[in-house]
């Protein structure tokens, strides 16, 4: 079906408005409101004993949840690309859980299960290691929402170069350690790549299950996103500015991961050619 000139220019219209109300103006009034006091006010914002901590809490839940994500997500991947088993539809639904379940959902969840009252309550009660309203639990929550990317992202890459090269280290005499070194893993290194990017984004942005199960404490278990709701909420003019500034901060990670995600399409393209 061939569209007028008047209609397709009607359609981008709609489009660019769309993107606009939705994003390019609620986006930008962060910006003005962030920036208008000046970039000093910006700086001593996100310079606070507070932003600092929540930044550093944040950056360590990102090392605990990107490395473990990768442990466990690519022989996933591996296991759902390379072989057929009973069950492995309902393993491919357990994958996609954390896409179509609520973050707040989560965190109950895992209240009931490693609270003090919960399933497993008797680690905190007898064993004395606190996992909800401590680091543990941002960190399982994290790894629950973020667990379908580096699978994802490293399945249709499998799929894409089969099994030919591994099956030809094999009959050369490779053991399966270094058939994934030097034959797996480079091929899916771009793949593995966008998902970690991608596990960045999400852990640093991810709120809904983290406030479920953090004590949301300054300077103890306050992560950026929840920094950015409390300072919101206590609604005095300084903390609200704080609210702005840490929310700039945060959408200046969000600029640098899809700029990254730009660079690697690009890269992954040009491989695949």
Request: hydrophobic letters at 55%; charged letters at 10%.
């Given at each position: 079906?061939?569209?007028?000139?008047?209609?397709?220019?009607?359609?981008?219209?709609?489009?660019?408005?769309?993107?606009?109300?939705?994003?390019?103006?609620?986006?930008?009034?962060?910006?003005?409101?962030?920036?208008?006091?000046?970039?000093?006010?910006?700086?001593?914002?996100?310079?606070?004993?507070?932003?600092?901590?929540?930044?550093?809490?944040?950056?360590?839940?990102?090392?605990?949840?990107?490395?473990?994500?990768?442990?466990?997500?690519?022989?996933?991947?591996?296991?759902?690309?390379?072989?057929?088993?009973?069950?492995?539809?309902?393993?491919?639904?357990?994958?996609?859980?954390?896409?179509?379940?609520?973050?707040?959902?989560?965190?109950?969840?895992?209240?009931?299960?490693?609270?003090?009252?919960?399933?497993?309550?008797?680690?905190?009660?007898?064993?004395?290691?606190?996992?909800?309203?401590?680091?543990?639990?941002?960190?399982?929550?994290?790894?629950?929402?973020?667990?379908?990317?580096?699978?994802?992202?490293?399945?249709?890459?499998?799929?894409?170069?089969?099994?030919?090269?591994?099956?030809?280290?094999?009959?050369?005499?490779?053991?399966?350690?270094?058939?994934?070194?030097?034959?797996?893993?480079?091929?899916?290194?771009?793949?593995?790549?966008?998902?970690?990017?991608?596990?960045?984004?999400?852990?640093?942005?991810?709120?809904?299950?983290?406030i479920m199960v953090s004590s949301n404490l300054p300077g103890t278990s306050q992560t950026l996103t929840l920094l950015v709701a409390d300072r919101y909420n206590r609604g005095t003019a300084e903390s609200v500015y704080g609210a702005y500034a840490i929310?700039?901060?945060?959408?200046?990670?969000?600029?640098?991961?899809?700029?990254?995600?730009?660079?690697?399409?690009?890269?992954?393209?040009?491989?695949?050619?």
């Amino acid at each position: 079906m061939t569209l007028s000139p008047r209609v397709r220019y009607l359609l981008r219209f709609l489009a660019l408005g769309y993107v606009a109300v939705l994003v390019a103006v609620p986006v930008g009034l962060i910006l003005w409101r962030t920036f208008g006091p000046g970039v000093g006010a910006f700086f001593a914002s996100v310079g606070t004993p507070a932003a600092i901590s929540a930044l550093n809490l944040s950056l360590l839940v990102v090392a605990i949840v990107v490395p473990l994500n990768v442990l466990f997500g690519v022989p996933t991947a591996l296991v759902l690309a390379r072989n057929r088993f009973r069950g492995k539809s309902a393993l491919q639904a357990v994958v996609d859980l954390p896409f179509a379940v609520s973050p707040v959902v989560v965190g109950v969840a895992l209240i009931l299960l490693w609270g003090s009252a919960g399933l497993l309550g008797f680690v905190e009660n007898d064993l004395g290691f606190k996992i909800i309203f401590g680091l543990p639990g941002i960190v399982l929550a994290s790894i629950f929402v973020t667990v379908p990317f580096v699978i994802r992202e490293v399945e249709p890459v499998l799929h894409e170069i089969g099994t030919d090269q591994e099956e030809a280290a094999a009959t050369l005499g490779s053991t399966w350690w270094q058939t994934f070194w030097r034959i797996t893993l480079p091929s899916i290194r771009w793949g593995l790549t966008y998902g970690i990017v991608l596990t960045v984004a999400r852990t640093l942005g991810e709120f809904g299950a983290v406030i479920m199960v953090s004590s949301n404490l300054p300077g103890t278990s306050q992560t950026l996103t929840l920094l950015v709701a409390d300072r919101y909420n206590r609604g005095t003019a300084e903390s609200v500015y704080g609210a702005y500034a840490i929310s700039t901060l945060l959408m200046a990670v969000a600029v640098i991961v899809l700029v990254v995600q730009v660079i690697l399409d690009r890269r992954r393209i040009k491989a695949a050619q």
